[in-house]
């Protein structure tokens, strides 16, 4: 059965949504989700190699493009964007377009986050790591997946969210952090989060938990930070004038 997510507010659309064509077209895909257990009504969930191999493509071609600036290239980037999204949420059982949606309506660096956390789908758990296609535990993936977007982030899952700027969860987008005691993931948009959930398991797709979870937009808190580094210097500026 097809879920249709709850609406959630973009607090701001990028350039590159606001010139995107939508290019996805059908894809067919063996889905290789699976339940938490056996048991009915478990939440559906994917670990695909197939999914984190469109996912790997897109990022490099929001790379190239990125070095070229070539419209060809940008076209290139969402159309894999838009694939990698399109075959997510076929395998998780989502109305087609959420996710695509979500993905194309944050900022460059976030769609950079996010791909590159999905091109790890299926890597192991592996405590303390954070190395791409060996394993990750849950503040591994996150360090890695910001880091390849050019965002910096700390390792300590829980200084994560401290220093992210806080999010309600309403207004939560693509890109952000989730964060609950001893565990911090990846918003994917669509009540979703990408996670290396614990021992002997692997990165993998599935709904948010039923916990109280707590928001945060790490792009947006290096931003700031950056912004008040520049007045700073602005202002030294102008006092040696």
């Known amino acids: 059965m097809t879920r249709t997510p709850p609406q959630h507010r973009p607090r701001h659309r990028s350039a590159v949504r606001k010139t995107a064509v939508a290019l996805a077209g059908a894809i067919s895909i063996v889905g290789l989700a699976t339940a938490t257990d056996a048991g009915v009504g478990a939440a559906p969930r ?24 070539h419209p060809i290239d940008y076209v290139r980037f969402v159309q894999r964007r838009d694939q990698a999204a399109a075959m997510t949420e076929r395998d998780i059982e989502l ?19 996010v791909l590159s956390a999905v091109s790890q789908l299926g890597v192991p758990y592996d405590y303390l790591a954070s190395e791409p296609g060996v394993g ?10 910001f880091g390849s977007a050019g965002v910096e982030i700390p390792r300590v899952s829980r200084d994560q969210i401290n220093e992210a700027e806080a999010t309600e969860r309403d207004d939560a987008e693509a890109g952000d952090l989730v964060y609950y005691p001893g565990h911090v993931s990846i918003y994917l948009g669509a009540s979703t989060m990408i996670h290396a959930p614990n021992s002997g398991s692997h990165v993998e797709i599935t709904d948010l938990p039923d916990k109280s979870l707590r928001f945060g ?7 700031e930070t950056a912004a008040a580094a520049e007045s700073l210097v602005d202002r030294t500026l102008t006092v040696a004038e």
């Open 95 to 113: 109305a087609d377009g959420v996710l695509r949606d979500a993905w194309a309506d944050v900022s460059v660096a976030k769609q950079h986050a």
């Open 217 to 223: 937009d790490a792009e947006a808190a290096q931003l």
């Open 136 to 145: 990750f535990d849950c503040s591994g993936l996150t360090i890695w997946a």
């Open 46 to 69: 994917t670990k695909s190699v197939v999914i984190a191999d469109a996912a790997a493509q897109a990022v490099g071609a929001l790379e190239r493009w990125q070095q070229t600036s």
